[in-house]
């Protein structure tokens, strides 16, 4: 309850001060473009900034104060408002039309904006939709689907440690939900073997890559900009791993997927040998950076595991 308080005051903390701001902004212009005569229209600003930001409601709000100030203003200094009109109520009709078109103004951009921000949420909404239900094909494997789960997890705790914004880190979550989805093209005895692969059967296993990049290909709109990461998630910072792109050339969420990926590999027990301890497994990933891991994610990767965010529970028992 206190973090949410926390939060909610934070929010006000920022309206406000965005609305400061643009009131300072608004002053400021109006005396270097006029010296002493009031634009009107800068007042627009603070409508426009706050229906784009906040909505209809704050919009509609923050005109009337607009309104308000700059009435208050001219009933103390009314020359700042120019010249005195030639009839006795001509100021105050200006005023009055001039704040009611801004109230009207600033209700039609908060409606504009609240309709694309509704639009927007059903778009959300229609891709989580899409993306639980290829989630439902991925969990015909349960090995898969909680390997999967747990990945997403850590994944999005490093892109975090990262600082990436929450679309970014969606995309991650997405990708290491799906990213072996084109394990469902390879055979089960391949994927239970119980011994080592041999060269020409890992060589049938990293082809899980580019058949989940097929199968999710069609399905285009949001999903589409996993596709990279998916591709990607097993190439190694060195060039080494399944396909020679290096470095930097490896899309950031990719080398983060790595990381989680290869992580739960190791605390997870496999069918040729059991999990090693999340000391163990930390120990490796430190190690290779460098060389299969990009450094910098390596780095974010201990910070999660500092601060025990990589301790999540199994999702199918």
Do not use: C
């Not at 009611?100 to 939709?129: I, K, S």
């Not at 239900?133 to 090995?143: P, S």
């Amino acid at each position: 309850m206190k973090s949410l308080n926390g939060g909610k005051l934070a929010e006000v903390n920022r309206e406000l001060w965005l609305l400061l701001s643009l009131f300072v902004i608004a002053a400021v212009l109006n005396w270097f473009l006029a010296g002493q005569r009031m634009l009107l229209e800068l007042y627009l600003l603070p409508a426009v900034f706050s229906a784009y930001f906040y909505g209809r409601r704050h919009a509609v709000l923050t005109a009337f104060a607009s309104v308000f100030l700059v009435l208050l203003l001219v009933w103390y200094k009314p020359a700042i408002f120019g010249p005195s009109p030639t009839l006795p109520h001509e100021r105050w009709y200006e005023l009055t039309v001039w704040g009611g078109v801004l109230v009207l103004v600033a209700y039609a951009m908060g409606t504009l904006h609240e309709r694309n921000e509704r639009h927007l949420q059903d778009l959300r909404e229609t891709y989580h939709g899409v993306l639980m239900i290829l989630q439902q094909f991925v969990a015909k494997d349960k090995y898969t689907q909680n390997h999967s789960y747990r990945v997403s997890i850590y994944a999005r705790s490093i892109g975090r440690q990262m600082g990436l914004d929450e679309e970014r880190l969606e995309d991650i979550r997405a990708a290491a939900l799906l990213h072996d989805i084109g394990k469902l093209e390879t055979g089960r005895e391949l994927l239970y073997k119980a011994a080592r692969l041999t060269a020409d059967e890992f060589k049938q296993m990293q082809l899980h890559v580019d058949k989940g990049v097929a199968m999710l290909a069609p399905v285009g709109g949001s999903l589409r900009r996993v596709l990279p990461i998916i591709l990607s998630h097993h190439d190694k910072f060195d060039g080494t791993g399944y396909h020679p792109t290096q470095g930097e050339e490896i899309p950031l969420e990719a080398r983060i997927l790595s990381v989680a990926d290869v992580y739960d590999a190791l605390t997870s027990d496999r069918p040729y040998r059991q999990a090693m301890s999340p000391f163990e497994a930390k120990e490796i990933i430190q190690k290779g950076a460098g060389t299969d891991f990009d450094p910098q994610v390596v780095r974010a990767f201990l910070g999660a595991f500092r601060q025990r965010d990589l301790e999540v529970p199994e999702l199918v028992v």
